[in-house]
Nanobody
Framework: QVQLVESGGGLVQAGGSLRLSCAAS??????MGWFRQAPGKEREFVAT????????YYADSVKGRFTIARDNAKNTVYLQMNSLKPDDTAVYSC???????????????WGQGTQVTVSS
């Protein structure tokens, strides 16, 4: 059974940083992605990464501020978030994706996510 567990969220002031982790169990995935959902909004793609880590893809809203990385030995995907803005406030979740440049979630079910709150 596939399980995805996100962690690392918290409350931070605008301009601050956080690093999120997504631990996957049950199998190793190819392309992985981070998504976020703000209150009252649809879930949106944030970033994806290939199995090797050699290819990454970012939403325009986070490009240059967020960095996705992975450690396949630990079956973990990370999201380093710098220069955070209040608009980044959301629940962040991870999922396998169809491909790096096709950020569609593979699994219909999601983990509990991790809350990121950025104060102004």
């Amino acid at each position: 059974q596939v399980q995805l567990v996100e962690s690392g969220g918290g409350l931070v002031q605008a301009g601050g940083s956080l690093r999120l982790s997504c631990a996957a169990s049950g199998r190793t995935f190819n392309a992985m992605g981070w998504f976020r959902q703000a209150p009252g909004k649809e879930r949106e793609f944030v970033a994806t990464i290939s199995y090797s880590g050699g290819s990454t893809y970012y939403a325009d809203s986070v490009k240059g501020r967020f960095t996705i990385a992975r450690d396949n030995a630990k079956n973990t995907v990370y999201l380093q978030m710098n220069s955070l803005k209040p608009d980044d406030t959301a629940v962040y979740s991870c999922n396998a994706v169809a491909s790096v440049y096709r950020p569609v979630n593979v699994f219909a079910s999601w983990g509990q996510g991790t809350q990121v709150t950025v104060s102004s």
